[in-house]
């Protein structure tokens, strides 16, 4: 029998950052689809829309206004998931009802005024005002006593729930930490136990020694295919210096977040020529006082789409009921991330 091929045959690969499996079927990345096609539609977004109620000096649902916005803006979500003055206390029936108390504070971050532009279009500088307003509220937020944990997000494109096109993310900020980073916080910690070094430096030498995997980098963070990834084009944006969030970074260092930020987003549009959706966020120390020197920040890039600007990746079936599944090896998807442009050549 021939030998194991990674290119070839089936096999499970390990996250060590959150301790999860996903199946690879490479042999499979060929067969025939006739499924759900979704629709491209264009694009023809106005620089300012009267209508749209993250623009400057409109109005939203609550009846607040905006101000009259040049730069980036933050506001507090008038629908917020988690609200700042709840009760505390636990709900516990045997070992099986379990229930706590959450408290937390809610922010929408408008990227530009612009209407009509996304991170890729934008101008690196005005990116890095973005990254900037990341760090003010990393800060601000983290530094409230019942706040333990700040997750910054950003939600881009329709197929991805997002409710509005103007430039914009979110930030939920809680009592606790949240499982995903708490899962992540658990396996740096042990990994930095065993070896005195952070998860992504060690796995970093071992990328850029490799080059299979990476999309794109710069002087201080690098963008890549995780050995791991679960989406198609799923990648990791990871800080070359080890630093547990965003507010130790340099000026130099944010301006290089902000520039590997838009190669990063340009490449993905260019590659379906579509503005590309998808789900992203930074994962990085929580604010609960712990020391956490062993977090790595990292911001994550979860897109939907498989094969084309219609064609999505759907996680159903076996992924819901089992293990997330992929077809086309992550290889492979840096290799073609990297060879479209990284000039952003199509307005649509
Ligand atoms: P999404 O596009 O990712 O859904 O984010 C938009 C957020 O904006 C959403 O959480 C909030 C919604 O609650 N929002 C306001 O706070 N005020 C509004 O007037 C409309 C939407």
Redesign the pocket.
Known sequence: MESFDLTEHPHRRYNPLNDTWVLVSPHRSKRPWQGQVEKNTPDNRPQHDPEC?LCPGNT???GDVNTDYKGTYAFT???SALLADVPEGNFENGDIFKAESQSGICK?ICFSPRHDLTIPEMETEDIWRVVDLWVEEYKSLGSKDFIRYVQIFE?KGAIM????PHP?G?IWSQSHVPQEPARKTASQQKYFENHGKSMLSDYLEIELREKTRIVVENDHFVALVPFWAVWPFETMIVSKRHVQNISQLTETEKNAFADIYKKLTIRYDNLFEVSFPYSAGIHQSPTDGLPHESWHLHMSFYPPLLRSATVKKFMVGYEMLAEPQRDITPEYSAQRLREVSEVHYKKW
């Open positions: 109620y939203r649902a609550s979500n008038d629908f929408v939600n729930g997002c409710s509005n914009h979110q």
